[in-house]
């Protein structure tokens, strides 16, 4: 079974503060994902990475940045929270080449910025 | 961009009643699918169907795709209290990426 994994279910930061939202998946999947959900809204994709050090912005890149040092994991950086970043973050992967592959997700980190 | 807008938006049935949910999109694509996603948890695909298919089953759940209308249903069949969850069409372009919708709030009453 592919397991994608996050650091954290529930996570509470200040204004300012740096945030670091971790992902690793154990598939050795080419293909990975940070969305955010909020309610209304469904899931809206941040950024996205194909490769090892390749990233690319989605629909919603402002006041995030990724990294992606090793395959297995994908971090989603928030340089600077604010309270507008409070909402639930959702990653994913996905095998390469897959045009009709589905994502699978981690259980999800909601994040509070007060 | 949201893609894929579903409807209703809630939906509350008995048990052992069927459940359909419907889901438009704007642009042409190459797939549909469906995912599920209990409380406060992550997604879990259901089905995917591929642009050149109409129709397709997996144990209760049916799928159309209607693509001169741009839009699928998907169909529960004698739903149960564990189908309780979100619903979401995702859409997949010529782009990498899946477009999600916002999703049907399903709850099914014991």
């Known amino acids: 079974d592919v397991k994608v994994t996050q650091s954290s279910r529930y996570l509470v930061k200040r204004t300012g503060e740096k945030v670091f939202l971790e992902c690793v998946q154990d598939?050795?999947?080419?293909?990975m994902f940070w969305y955010r959900q909020d309610p209304g809204l469904g899931l809206r994709l941040i950024y996205f990475s194909y490769d090892v050090k390749m990233k690319e912005k989605g629909d919603i890149p402002e006041g995030y940045s990724v990294s992606r040092e090793k395959k297995e994991r994908f971090s989603l950086i928030l340089e600077s929270a604010s309270t507008n970043q409070t909402s639930m973050y959702l990653c994913a992967s996905q095998l390469l080449g897959g045009s009709y592959n589905e994502q699978f997700f981690g259980p999800g980190t909601r994040l509070t910025v007060l | 961009s949201q893609q894929g807008e579903e409807d209703p938006q809630a939906l509350s049935i008995q048990e052992g009643e069927n459940a359909t949910m419907n889901c438009s999109y704007k642009?042409?694509?190459?797939?549909l699918q469906w995912y599920r996603q209990n409380s406060g948890r992550g997604l879990v695909h259901l089905i995917l169907?591929?642009?050149?298919?109409r129709e397709k089953h997996s144990g209760r759940l049916r799928v159309t795709l209607d693509t001169s209308k741009k839009s699928s249903s998907l169909l529960i069949t004698a739903s149960r209290a564990a189908d309780t969850a979100s619903y979401f069409c995702a859409t997949r372009g010529s782009a990498r990426q899946l477009t999600f919708g916002s999703g049907t709030q399903l709850t099914v009453l014991p």
């Open positions: 598939m050795d999947h080419e293909n």
């Open positions: 169907i591929r642009s050149n298919e």
């Open positions: 642009t042409s694509i190459n797939n």
